[in-house]
């Protein structure tokens, strides 16, 4: 957890790991990060894995592919800002709209009662996201 809170805070997405005597041991990165905490994390072709996962904690990891409707209906959303418009058609559609830009992995923001980080990128694709139902979230009339 600790590299977690380095890269969060580097904003950095990998790192190398040294032994004590200097020599490189090995390459980590966010995403293996990742994969020690919520599990295995494969590329969005996979059919095997859900675009959607819900964590014991309440949080849900979805794949920023993850159709904008499907994710609405997981979360009982009724409308999302500037959907009519057709900007986005994907929850990473959405989270690039609200952030105005590409994103770097940590980057974060709240909409309605929900906290979104991008927690993985695929070079300029956003890979993962984390949502995070905040204090004010009610799974009966989220917005």
Known sequence: LKVLESFKKTGKQAALVIQ???????????????????????STGDLDNPQAVQRE??????????????FKDILHIRELPEESSGDYETLAGF????????PIATDHFEWGPFRFEVVDMDGRRIDKVLVQPTKDYNANSAS
């Open 95 to 102: 989270v690039l709209t609200e952030l105005g830009r590409v």
């Open 20 to 42: 004590e005597y200097g020599d490189i041991q090995g390459l980590i990165t966010l995403n293996d990060i990742l994969e020690a905490i919520v599990g295995d994390i494969s």
């Open 57 to 70: 904690d309440g949080s849900w990891l979805f794949d920023g592919m993850l159709p904008i409707d499907e």
